[in-house]
């Protein structure tokens, strides 16, 4: 079984900063690719960012300059980096993490089968 746990999010002022980190545990393998997406009440959930095996990051083009997303210093630990945050960013912000090895571009949920809990993210006017 595989666990992802999110942490970090909070609230924070128009172009202030915020990080979020995801740990894995469990049998994820050594192709597995992970991401960030976003939802927002009343909307879709969207791709944030994501990272596969061959460490190839992939960023949704509207966050690129604002988002970096990394791998952390712990085994299969992903991390966000949110500068410059705006209101519109606010959203709950999910962890996703699929086994198998993937050729495309991670950016459609339905390529992934694990997510974590979720962090919220507020970002005040």
């Known amino acids: 079984q595989v666990r992802l746990v999110e942490s970090g999010g909070g609230l924070v002022q128009t172009g202030g900063s915020l990080s979020l980190s995801c740990a894995a545990s469990g049998r994820i393998g050594d192709t597995y690719t992970m991401a960030w997406f976003r939802q927002s009440p009343g909307k879709d959930r969207q791709f944030v960012a994501g990272?596969?095996?061959?460490?190839?990051?992939y960023y949704e083009d509207s966050l690129k300059g604002r988002f970096t997303a990394s791998r952390g210093d712990a085994k299969n630990t992903l991390l966000l980096q949110m500068n410059g945050l705006r209101p519109e960013d606010t959203a709950i912000y999910y962890c996703?993490?699929?086994?198998?090895?993937?050729?495309?571009?991670?950016?459609?949920?339905?390529?992934?089968?694990?997510w974590g809990q979720g962090a919220q993210v507020t970002v005040s006017s």
């Open positions: 996703a993490l699929r086994t198998s090895t993937l050729v495309q571009q991670p950016t459609a949920r339905t390529l992934f089968m694990f």
């Open positions: 990272i596969n095996w061959k460490n190839i990051i």
